[in-house]
């Protein structure tokens, strides 16, 4: 089975640019998630999607950053203008029901972003 | 929001059983706990999680204290592909959908 599949896998960019990155989530599920790692501030949730309406986005970290799901089989993460603070390594992921249904989450690989 | 704590790093042999721990002092009584690992350059993946009672499956073992406030994930018999970053993890939100990812414990293992 396909898992979550996310694009590009690496992205370098100059400051100022937009970005889009793309999640394919696994088929049926329900719940989509967009997470953000770096060193300094670990793995941290961005945006969450239950049946591709945003319900959590507090921890998207300003106007530069929106998210949309038009279908229950894509999802865009997007930044403008980027900065090179935003370099990390952004995953998507999905899952059946949500956390309270304890259904696991599934990882896509996750797109590397650098912004020079 | 219930949080966890783990030691930044543990070391293991290969072939051998490691033992995890995650202290999780302030968890609900309803959150279930869950555990996830993250090889290198790869996104996080499911491990297991439970609720009260001790879980197994294919990967791990699950040992939860019987007051919950800590618990144990259990690898068997580890090899050299389980060196990974292991989270303990309670949900996060009232909601209890959202994963919160602590810095987790750095498994190294060793031939």
């Known amino acids: 089975d396909a898992g979550v599949i996310q694009s590009p896998r690496h992205e370098v960019t100059e400051m100022g640019q937009e970005v889009t990155l793309r999640c394919k989530p696994i088929?049926?599920?329900?719940?989509l998630f967009w997470y953000r790692q770096t060193m300094m501030r670990g793995l941290e949730l961005l945006i969450y999607f239950n049946n591709n309406v945003p319900i959590d986005d507090s921890g998207m970290p300003e106007d530069r950053f929106s998210a949309k799901m038009p279908n229950a089989s894509f999802s865009t993460l997007k930044i403008q203008p980027s900065e090179p603070r935003d370099s990390a390594v952004y995953f998507c992921?999905?899952?059946?029901?949500?956390?309270?249904?304890?259904?696991?989450?599934?990882f896509g690989d996750g797109t590397r972003l650098s912004i020079l | 929001d219930a949080k966890t704590t783990q030691p930044n790093s543990m070391e293991s042999n290969e072939e051998e059983p490691v033992h995890l721990p995650c202290n999780h002092s302030t968890i609900s009584g309803t959150d279930y706990i869950h555990w996830y690992r993250q090889l290198p350059s790869q996104g996080p993946e499911y491990v297991i999680h439970?609720?009260?009672s001790n879980v197994n499956n294919r990967m791990a073992s699950l040992a939860i204290a019987e007051d919950r406030k800590s618990s144990t994930l259990i690898l068997h018999r580890a090899t050299l592909r389980d060196a990974a970053v292991y989270y303990c993890?309670?949900?996060?939100?009232?909601?209890?959908?959202?994963?919160?990812f602590g810095g987790g414990t750095r498994l190294m293992v060793k031939p």
């Open positions: 439970g609720l009260t």
């Open positions: 088929s049926g599920h329900d719940y």
């Open positions: 993890i309670p949900p996060g939100d009232n909601a209890g959908n959202m994963l919160t």
């Open positions: 992921a999905s899952s059946l029901q949500g956390l309270i249904s304890n259904q696991p989450q599934h």
